[in-house]
Structure formats: C-alpha cells, structure tokens
C-alpha cells in the first residue's frame, strides 16, 4: 500500500514538472517577438542565449554532482557531440524562422519533430516504424501541406525552410540520445550552447558585424536561455516517473500555449494565426495526439 502510494506522489510529481516543462518553454515565442529589430541581431541574439544555456546547466549540474559533472563530457563521446550539433543548428533554426514568419507557423513546424525522430531512429538505428507511427506522419503531412501552401508562394519561404530545419535539429538530437541511452542529457545540451555560441561568432567575425546588443536585446536573450535551461531540467527530473508517450502527449503545452500567449495582447504581441495556419496545426496536434496515445515509443520535445 505505501509503495502504490510512493508510486502515485512520483507520478503526480512528475506530471507536475513536465506541463511546467511545456509552459516554460512556451514563453520563449514571445520572448523572441520582442527582440528589437530581430532580423538584424539573431546571430547576437544567439551568442549570448547559447552562452546563458550552457552556464546555467554547468552551474546545476556541479551544484548537483560536484566536481564530478566534467566526467559527463567524456561519457558523452560521438552521441554527445554529434546530438550537440543537432541541438545547436535546432536553436539556430528556431530563432531565425520566428522572426521570418508568425510564432504559430514555428511552433506547428516544431511540433513535427517526434515524427522526423521516428524516421531518422528508422533509418539510422533500425527502429522499426509501428504503424500507429505512419498513420500520424500521414495525417502531419496534410498538416504541413495546408500550413504552407500559401508560404510556398511568398517571401516566407526560408521563415518555413528554418522551422522545418529546427524540427530537424531537434530529432537528430533525440535519435543521438536512443544511440546511447546512457548519454549525458545536460551535457549534451550545453554542447549545443558552446558550439550555437561560437558558429554565432564565427559568422559574426567573418561578415563584421558588431557583437553589441541593445540592453534590452541583452535582457531577452538571457531570459530565453533561462527558459530553455530551467525547462530541460523540469522536463528530464518530471519524465523519469510519466509514461514517454503521456509526457510527449503533455509537452505539446509548449505549442498550444506558446500561441495563445503570442495572440494575447496582454503580453504585447497580439500576433495572429492565419486560418490555414490553425486548420493545418490542428491536424498536426491530431496526429501528435494519435502517436501518444497508441504508441509507447520514447520521444522528446523542442528545447527552444
């Protein structure tokens, strides 16, 4: 009786931290919208949020295990690294394609990831495809497809291409912890803040544009990296005691609620979706929805 009571605490604990997870990743889309004049610093922006993720994390991870957190970057190895890259080039995607285009056209591209993940864990470490799995990749498609069809005729065309390369980034990264399940999580996340830090000043230094950003500029770009780092650290304590395909059923908060937030004007933004935008993300919550509740195939969400 106790353990069944043990057991149940655990679970609503853990229910607890994932939907805070998604809440907390939710606000990042309306971080990024205040960013002023966003298309001229993102490569600023970048730098100094990737330099926040990894501090922070670093700063948990040797409150939590002492000196011995630097061992975690040996045991990382080629998952880590190569999951650091694909996390690096997600967050890159992420901010560049939400300046581009509207928050809910992102967030509905991120939302594709669990379904990029289960094709990419196909191709590369022979997981088989369930069927439950293509049922919701088909229906995603026809999300997708109805989402873009007026993209695909207008100036937003790279805004979409980004959206779709963070999703990428984003299962690449997922499918680097199913290599090695006993790959260093944080770890590999403040890889992908090093390394977002130095490509953003590699291309800094070579077009010569000035590192400075507004004191404003400054301020968000460190919120959205404590966002990003305290998110992870909720979402991965939460999802050891919830069912993986439960906790990805409830990190789609980070979705629905990241455009709710950017359509209130309560928080400055008043930005709003499109009919095809809302008609195609539905399906694509409907698919999301579909692989959650009939599939018990791990999965993770976006990280922005």
Partial sequence: MNNHIQDKKAYVTGFILVVTAGLIWSFGA???KHIENGHDFVWQYLFLRGLTIASL??????????????????????????????????????????????????????AIMPFLTAMLAFFFLNEKLRGATIISMFIACIGVFIMVQEEFFGDTLIGVLM?????????????SLRWKAETPK????????????SISLAVLGIQNF??????ANCFWSILHGILVASGMICYTSGTRNVPAGEAALLSLMEVVAGILWVWLPFFGVNEIPSISTLIGGSFILLAIAYQSLGTRQKTMPSTT
Avoid: D, Q
């Fill in 30 to 32: 309306v971080v990024v």
């Fill in 57 to 110: 994390l670093s700063i948990y991870l040797a409150f939590k295990e002492g000196g011995k957190f630097k061992s975690n970057f040996k045991r990382a190895g080629m998952p880590g690294l190569i999951g650091g890259v694909c996390l690096a080039f997600a967050f890159i995607g992420f901010i560049f394609s939400i300046t581009l285009v509207t928050a809910a056209m992102t967030l509905f591209m991120l």
């Fill in 163 to 175: 959206g779709l390369l963070s999703a990428l980034g984003f299962a690449g990264f997922t499918v």
């Fill in 186 to 197: 944080f770890t590999t996340v403040i890889i992908a803040g090093v390394l977002c830090s």
């Fill in 210 to 215: 000035n590192i400075y950003l507004s004191p």
